[in-house]
């Protein structure tokens, strides 16, 4: 299997902004967010599918979910949630969970605008805010 961009990005040829970073996992912000602070978590063992995952880093995964998700709603207070996501569609080669404050169904279901380029200079503050 060749390398996906999320292990591009965990090799850090890549760019990206990331808020948490341990030995089984990384969390990095979505360049294309569709509410601010949306956040993807992988593991570093690049997997087709989630379930492909030896059991460790699976668990390791879900504990990265579990600090990224109590940092989003610490940091983002007026959110109702932080809802999770798993689909695998939108990344080949290399399972995922997003991370995303929402205060509706219509929030969440948002389409990202893939033609703009990312803000840069607002993500990196953003990660500096929510970085561990």
């Known amino acids: ?77 007026d959110k109702k949630r932080i809802s999770v996501m798993i689909v695998g569609l939108d990344v080949d080669d290399h399972a995922h969970v997003v991370l995303i404050p929402v205060d509706s169904f219509d929030e969440f279901h948002k389409t990202p605008d893939m033609e703009t380029d990312p803000d840069h200079a607002a993500l990196a503050e953003l990660a500096k805010k929510l970085a561990f």
């Open 1 to 77: 299997m060749s390398d996906s961009i999320f292990t591009k990005i965990i090799k850090g040829e890549i760019p990206s902004h990331k808020i948490y970073e341990d030995e089984k996992t990384l969390a990095f912000l979505d360049i294309h967010p569709v509410q601010a602070g949306q956040t993807v978590v992988v593991p570093k063992q690049q997997a087709n599918f989630i379930w492909d995952l030896e059991t460790e880093d699976y668990q390791a995964l879900m504990s990265t979910v579990q600090k990224v998700g109590q940092r989003l709603r610490d940091a983002f207070p």
